[in-house]
């Protein structure tokens, strides 16, 4: 009786079948493929575990908003908590969230975040420098590296200030190792155990010391200076913060996990979209076309202001459709800590959901024409007449992604300063193979040529 209930979906008895399943078409394809074929709310089976793919906007409202309280982080998030991020806010729940995301919140308000427009607009143009010579010589770029090296850049001096080149870079890559190592590790679960002394799992416990160290000194540094003297930064911010009600501050090992936190997601997800950017309008001359007069009528060769910006919301438009088709962050998860019931179907509790922007946003009953690349979609008029979520590329509800706004001011300074000047072309022959790395990545990388205009 119950069974007729059940959304339909995928089943698999054994573990080694949907790994060659999976492996066969990549993680992303094969959740798309089941969507595909059994619709918007799937249930997937592997041995005796249960996973449910939410794609349609009314349940991607009803998880986190409706009925938010019977979701939480539990399972989904705890390798990620363990291994690098301990109870930042992207990997905790209750209380301490709730009093976290009160702390941080006023860090990340549009006001807030136009303190670090000279930083962006900085990186950009050591960017433009960059480019120059780059498109000098002719050689090609790998999009990806490329932006991820420029947010990670930015990162390092809104959170801590960072001026010395050598400590960027060391930093920046014992940070990427770091990522690169919890991400292999959540999507092959058939790795050595971490107690194990094998040369990886050595390599990354010295990477996390040394970070944690690093930081650990930063504050330091910091307590011997008076309050005054503090770079007005987000490791200040962090460090002054006090909690409304008891005036207590925030302990160091949690403004360490905070830090790490939003290094983690505010560089990566924010370079993938940037480089996805200029990958799309490499084949679409009219959007480039039009990007460029706006950033010509308005901007020229300049340097932005808030104002500026506001007077250039095509750019913008741009970068919306950017994180619809490519979504940074193409799936996110949830674990149902009460039963509950989806579009009909019982929920149990404790059950595992992910929730796939890739897939909401590629829908053909919210989307026109879904795989073409169109910025128009997000003119006020026809963002006012969609589902409101229909588009989700921050999460949604109490847990948005809290620098939804940092990263959007960051994308808009970076696009319209650099495409200004250049206007990147794809390498001949190289094609996109969209997969996820823990954000969305493409399997072949992203391969440009710098031209300038
Ligand atoms: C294009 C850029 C970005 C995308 C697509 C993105 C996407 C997301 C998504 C989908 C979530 C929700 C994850 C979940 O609940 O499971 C999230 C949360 C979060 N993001 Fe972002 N993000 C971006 C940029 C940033 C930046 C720049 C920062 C910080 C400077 C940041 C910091 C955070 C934090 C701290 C959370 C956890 C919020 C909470 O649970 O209270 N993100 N982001």
């Known amino acids: 009786m119950a069974l007729q209930n059940l959304a339909v979906g995928y089943r698999s008895p054994l573990l080694i079948k949907a790994i060659r399943d999976i492996s066969r078409k990549g993680l992303l394809q094969f959740f798309h493929d089941l969507w595909r074929e059994y619709g918007d709310l799937v249930r997937v089976q592997i041995g005796s575990n249960v996973l449910y793919l939410v794609i349609h906007p009314d349940y991607v409202q009803h998880i986190n908003v409706t009925q938010r309280a019977k979701y939480a982080?539990?399972?989904?998030?705890?390798?990620?908590?363990?291994?690098?991020?301990g109870n930042g806010l992207v990997t905790s729940e209750g209380a301490l969230w709730r009093r976290q995301r009160r702390l941080l919140a006023p860090f990340f308000t549009p006001r807030s975040i136009e303190q670090f427009l000279p930083i962006f607009i900085d990186e950009a143009q050591r960017t433009r420098k960059r480019w120059e010579q780059l498109a000098a010589h002719g050689e090609p770029i790998e999009m990806i590296g490329e932006m991820m090296t420029l947010t990670a850049r930015i990162v390092l001096r809104t959170l801590f200030s960072l001026s010395d080149e050598s400590e960027m870079r060391d930093?920046?890559?014992?940070?990427?190792?770091?990522?690169?190592?919890?991400?292999?590790?959540?999507?092959?679960?058939?790795?050595?155990?971490?107690?194990?002394?094998?040369?990886?799992?050595?390599?990354?416990?010295?990477?996390?010391?040394?970070?944690?160290?690093?930081?650990?000194?930063?504050?330091?540094?910091?307590?011997?200076?008076?309050?005054?003297?503090?770079?007005?930064?987000?490791?200040?911010?962090?460090?002054?913060?006090?909690?409304?009600?008891?005036?207590?501050?925030?302990?160091?090992?949690?403004?360490?996990?905070?830090?790490?936190?939003?290094?983690?997601?505010?560089?990566?997800?924010?370079a993938r979209a940037l480089a996805f950017a200029w990958y799309a309008l490499a084949a679409e001359p009219e959007v480039t076309a039009k990007l460029h007069a706006e950033i010509d009528r308005t901007l020229g060769l300049g340097e932005p202001t808030v104002e500026t910006l506001k007077q250039m919301p095509y750019t913008l438009q741009v970068l919306k459709e950017t994180l619809r088709l490519y979504p940074s962050a193409p799936i996110y998860g949830r674990d149902a800590v009460e039963d509950d019931e989806i579009g009909g179907v019982p929920i149990k509790r404790g059950a595992s959901l992910s929730l796939v922007p890739f897939c909401t946003h590629r829908h053909p009953e919210f989307w026109d024409d879904p795989l073409r690349f169109d910025p128009e979609r997000f003119t006020p008029e026809r963002e006012a007449a969609r589902h409101p979520y229909a588009f989700h590329p921050f999460a949604a509800g109490q847990r948005i992604c809290i620098g939804n706004n940092f990263s959007l001011l960051e994308m808009h300074v970076l696009l319209s300063m650099l495409a200004a000047q250049f206007a990147p072309r794809r390498q001949p022959g190289h094609q996109l193979e969209?997969?996820?790395?823990?954000?969305?990545?493409?399997?072949?990388?992203?391969?440009?040529?710098?031209?300038?205009?």
């Open 73 to 85: 982080k539990t399972d989904t998030y705890e390798g990620l908590r363990r291994l690098l991020l």
């Open 171 to 270: 930093t920046a890559q014992d940070v990427g190792y770091l990522l690169n190592f919890v991400t292999q590790l959540q999507l092959q679960p058939l790795q050595a155990p971490l107690w194990l002394p094998t040369a990886r799992n050595r390599a990354y416990r010295q990477a996390l010391a040394r970070v944690n160290a690093f930081i650990g000194q930063l504050i330091a540094k910091r307590r011997a200076l008076p309050v005054e003297a503090y770079p007005n930064d987000l490791l200040s911010k962090l460090m002054l913060a006090r909690d409304e009600e008891t005036g207590e501050a925030i302990p160091d090992a949690l403004i360490r996990d905070e830090a790490m936190t939003i290094y983690f997601a505010g560089h990566e997800t924010t």
């Open 434 to 453: 969209l997969e996820l790395f823990g954000t969305l990545g493409s399997r072949t990388g992203a391969w440009m040529q710098i031209v300038p205009r």
